[in-house]
């Protein structure tokens, strides 16, 4: 992906994503981290509000 963005993981985070991707049989650890993300994007773009959105992150622990 020539001129995409770049984002930074922690080396044990990408090691993780790495074994998973590979026993998965995603070509990279790119594709597998981005369908990952894009499944916890639509998650969150099913939202009615950003209450809503605002809710699901304090559900999962990320905002207080």
């Known amino acids: 992906m020539f001129g995409s963005p770049k984002i930074k ?6 090691e993780r994503a790495k074994k998973v991707a590979d026993i ?12 990952v993300v894009e499944r916890e ?6 939202a009615k509000s950003d209450e809503d959105i605002k ?3 304090q559900g999962l622990g990320y905002i207080s």
């Open 24 to 35: 998965a049989g995603y070509a990279t650890v790119e594709e597998f981290v981005s369908h």
């Open 55 to 57: 809710k699901k992150l």
């Open 41 to 46: 994007l639509q998650n969150f773009e099913d």
């Open 9 to 14: 993981l922690d080396k044990d985070v990408f």
